[in-house]
C-alpha cells in the first residue's frame, strides 16, 4: 500500500484515521501528536530534569529515543534515565548507554527483597501487576528525589489509559481513573506521558524506526485485569476508535471530577484515591517495603 502523503510504501495503517503511512510520514506524524502534548500540558519546561523510567518495555525505549531527539540540542533541560530492575533482568539500559544519557539504577531485590516472578506467583496475576506497579513507581520517585531530577516521563498509551478506565469500570474502581495521580511514589515527583494521545502499536513501532526495539512487542501489559484487556481488545478490533473514546472520556471526567464538587478521599500519606478509608497503594508500601538499607 501506498503512503498517503508520498509515493513511498506504507509500513503503517491507522485505523483510526484510515490512514496508510510510509516510514518517514509516519515518525512526522508521531512526533508531531507527541510533540504537541509536551506543549500542551507544558511538560518540558527551561530548568526541568527529566528522567524516563525504564523496565524492560519497547514503549520506554521509544520514550527516551523521542525525548532524546527532542532535548538533545536543548541546554536549558536535562535528560536521563532510571532503569528499575524487577527482577527479569531486562530494564533497557542499553537504551540509555545508546543514546549516551545519564543513567540511574534501581532493583527491586536490592530495596524490596523480592522480584516480579515472586509477586506473581505469591499474588497471582492481576494483584501482582498493581503491586509492581507501586513498587517500581515508588523506587523511580525515590531515586529522582534524591538525584534532583524534577519530572518522570511515563510510556502511557492510548491503549494503558483505555484499558485502566475499562478496568476500574468493570472492577468498580472507577476512583482509580478519575482522582489518578499526576505524581510518583510517597516523594511525589511529577510525571509527565508523552505518548498518552499515541496508540500502543505504533509506539512500538516508533520504537523499531528508531532502533531501540530489542524483542518487539508483547501485546497487552500485564498490569490490571487480563478479561477486560481481551474484552477491550476484541471490541476494539471490530470499532477502531474505541480505545481513543475511552482515554478521551477519562481525559474529560477527570477534569470534571477535579474541578466540580466532586471530593474525594484521598490519602494523606501518598495522595492517591482510597476507597473505604484504605489506600491500595499504602497498603503494598507496608507489605513490601524495607528501610533502605535494611
Ligand atoms: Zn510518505
Ligand atoms: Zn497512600
Not at 496508510?20 to 501528536?33: G, I, N, S
Not at 522480584?115 to 506473581?120: E, G, N, Q, V
Request: hydrophobic residues 40%.
Amino acid at each position: 500500500m501506498q503512503c498517503a502523503a508520498c509515493r513511498r510504501e506504507a509500513v503503517v495503517f491507522q485505523p483510526y484515521s484510515g490512514k496508510y503511512l510510509c516510514p518517514v510520514h509516519f515518525t512526522k506524524d508521531f512526533e508531531a501528536k507527541a510533540k504537541r502534548a509536551v506543549r500542551r500540558n507544558r511538560w518540558l519546561l527551561p530548568g526541568d530534569r527529566t528522567a524516563v523510567v525504564l523496565t524492560g518495555d519497547a514503549a520506554e525505549a521509544a520514550l527516551l529515543a523521542f525525548l532524546h531527539k527532542l532535548t538533545k540540542d536543548r541546554r536549558d533541560v536535562r535528560l536521563s534515565a532510571i532503569a528499575i530492575d524487577e527482577g527479569t533482568g531486562d530494564t533497557g539500559r542499553t537504551v540509555a548507554e545508546q543514546f549516551g544519557v545519564e543513567l540511574f539504577s534501581g532493583s527491586f531485590a536490592e530495596r524490596y527483597g523480592t522480584t516480579r516472578d515472586a509477586l506473581f506467583r505469591a499474588e497471582g496475576p492481576e494483584a501482582a501487576g498493581r503491586i509492581c506497579h507501586v513498587l517500581a513507581g515508588d523506587l523511580a520517585a525515590e531515586i529522582a528525589a534524591a538525584r534532583g531530577i524534577t519530572r518522570l516521563a511515563l510510556a502511557t498509551t492510548v491503549d494503558d489509559r483505555a484499558l485502566s478506565f475499562f478496568s476500574d469500570l468493570l472492577g468498580g474502581t472507577v476512583e482509580e481513573t478519575l482522582f489518578v495521580s499526576e505524581t510518583l511514589g510517597t516523594a511525589r515527583v511529577p510525571v509527565i506521558r508523552p505518548f498518552a494521545d499515541i496508540p500502543t502499536t505504533e509506539v512500538y513501532r516508533y520504537a523499531e524506526l528508531c532502533g531501540v526495539s530489542p524483542e518487539g512487542a508483547g501485546a497487552c501489559g500485564t498490569d490490571g485485569n487480563s478479561d477486560a484487556c481481551a474484552a477491550l481488545a476484541s471490541y476494539d478490533a471490530r470499532h477502531p476508535a474505541t480505545k481513543f473514546a475511552l482515554a478521551n472520556l477519562a481525559t474529560t471526567l477527570t477534569g470534571i471530577a477535579g474541578t466540580g464538587r466532586a471530593t474525594h478521599d484521598r490519602c494523606p500519606a501518598c495522595g492517591s484515591p482510597r476507597k473505604a478509608g484504605r489506600c491500595f497503594a499504602c497498603e503494598v508500601r507496608k507489605k513490601y517495603t524495607r528501610e533502605p538499607g535494611s
